[in-house]
């Protein structure tokens, strides 16, 4: 019957001019849970959260960018709407998001993105973030210690056990117990599994063939294959925002924010380009960009 009632409505169109190439995939129905001044945010009956957005910088693979949505007041979402998801549409009470024939956004790095990342870049990298990261999340890792802590004394516990594991699926099961630790919507623990999953994406890029056996020998921090069961089914039990970006990174797809970040540091000519860089990171959410960052630093440090 709600779908009927939908159907019958006439809406206006509205076409975006970005759509997450993960959205399309997407059917049946989400209910809208928070509005702010540029983004929308809805849960799709999967559990995972559809954002839209009026700036391409805050894109993800699950975003639609519709800055149309977010000057007419008119068209607003407010938290409990209804929304049907379509695949190749998304269908409100007031107007339709059409997708085809809009440009896609993938989220993925390329060769392009790192080209210039070397052991200097994350050396200046790791002091910048000392530098201006934000304390509460994770940052504490870097420094050894948890500063009164609790969230980072457990992260330094099961990363301990993570490079003690004996094999690639060992230290998989060891690393998921870090999914949903820590304070915020994205949990510092995801934020951080994220910036390894980011640094290990970069790692593969950047590796000739020769280097590419030297590092199969190591094994990676997370194996860029299906053995990530454990974190699969370790996102189940996190925030909906922190599964959401999980679903994402697991499958190589990253936050605009965090690929931007990576091109930055890497084109970088200066130390205070790379300062700078990190300072417009870090201020990403509560202590996401620093744990992120934090993250993408454990996995790279050492390997380049």
Request: proline share 5%; aromatic share 6%; with cysteine.
């Amino acid at each position: 019957m709600e779908q009927a009632i939908l159907d019958k409505r006439a809406r206006a169109p509205l076409l975006p001019t970005l759509v997450g190439a993960g959205v399309p995939s997407l059917t049946g129905w989400g209910e809208v849970v928070s509005d702010f001044s540029s983004a929308v945010n809805i849960r799709h009956s999967r559990g995972l959260l559809v954002s839209l957005v009026g700036d391409p910088r805050a894109m993800t693979y699950l975003s639609v960018c519709v800055p149309a949505l977010f000057r007419n007041q008119k068209k607003r979402l407010v938290p409990g709407d209804r929304i049907r998801f379509d695949g190749h549409r998304m269908v409100t009470e007031d107007f339709v998001l059409d997708f085809p024939g809009r440009p896609t956004w993938q989220g993925t790095l390329s060769l392009k993105d790192v080209r210039e990342f070397d052991a200097s870049k994350v050396s200046l990298l790791k002091e910048a973030l000392l530098l201006k990261g934000r304390a509460g999340g994770f940052l504490g890792l870097l420094r050894g210690d948890g500063n009164n802590n609790p969230f980072v004394d457990k992260a330094i516990q099961v990363l301990h056990g993570v490079q003690k594991a004996p094999s690639q699926a060992a230290r998989l099961e060891v690393l998921s117990g870090l999914v949903g630790l820590g304070p915020g919507s994205t949990p510092s623990g995801d934020d951080f599994i994220t910036g390894v999953l980011l640094g290990e994406e970069a790692l593969k890029l950047l590796l000739s063939t020769e280097a590419k056996a030297v590092a199969d020998r190591r094994e990676p921090m997370i194996p860029c294959s299906k053995d990530k069961e454990d974190l699969w089914l370790a996102i189940n039990r996190t925030s909906d925002a922190g599964k959401t970006l999980l679903w994402q990174a697991l499958q190589g797809h990253f936050p605009q924010y965090l690929i931007e970040t990576v091109r930055a540091v890497s084109e970088a000519k200066e130390k205070k380009e790379i300062a700078d860089v990190v300072e417009r990171a870090v201020s990403r959410g509560a202590t996401s960009g620093t744990d992120a960052l934090t993250g993408f630093l454990f996995s790279t440090e050492g390997r380049l």
